[in-house]
């Protein structure tokens, strides 16, 4: 018999529920998945719903790629792993009381900025130490042209 295509996924979800000490109730509440989804981790012959896992992996702190590849899914693309971030906060924002809803909004969205900042920096930073690491390779190899 072949193992359902979610079950190492299950193993680990159960593993870090037990560590919070919640029950199953605790964790489909917490990740805003229906109980009867959790369990069926264990025995569905299909795949979960990439947003199941989504918000598993979320809520437990399992990172993304682990959680795809333990469900038996494809992992996220790179850089697609914020968009999920972000599609699973947007899906816990539609049940949070409009006037809150409208302050975490600003705030994801203040946190978002921030990292396309951050990225951006990284990315100049990133630039200007090839830029001095090819200047120093291209004298180097100058160097080892002029001494044969």
């Excluded at 919070?20 to 025995?43: C, E, F, H, P, Q």
């Excluded at 989504?54 to 850089?79: F, K, V």
Aim: net charge negative; hydrophobic share 35%; charged share 35%.
């Amino acid at each position: 018999m072949v193992d359902p295509p979610a079950l190492r996924l299950w193993r680990r979800v159960t593993q870090e529920q037990r560590l919070r000490g919640w029950d199953i109730s605790d964790l489909a509440a917490r990740a805003g998945i229906g109980r009867n989804t959790v369990s069926r981790l264990k025995t569905n012959r299909t795949p979960p719903l990439t947003k199941t896992v989504n918000a598993l992996a979320l809520t437990l702190g399992i990172p993304l790629q682990e959680a795809y590849e333990l469900a038996g899914l494809d992992a996220p693309a790179e850089g697609g792993e914020q968009s999920l971030l972000e599609a699973h906060l947007r899906s816990l924002l539609e049940r949070v009381p409009a006037r809150r809803r409208e302050q975490l909004e600003r705030m994801a969205e203040d946190e978002r900025d921030r990292y396309e900042r951050l990225v951006q920096q990284a990315r100049e930073d990133y630039e200007r130490q090839v830029g001095r690491i090819t200047q120093l390779a291209r004298v180097e190899a100058e160097e080892d042209t002029d001494d044969k």
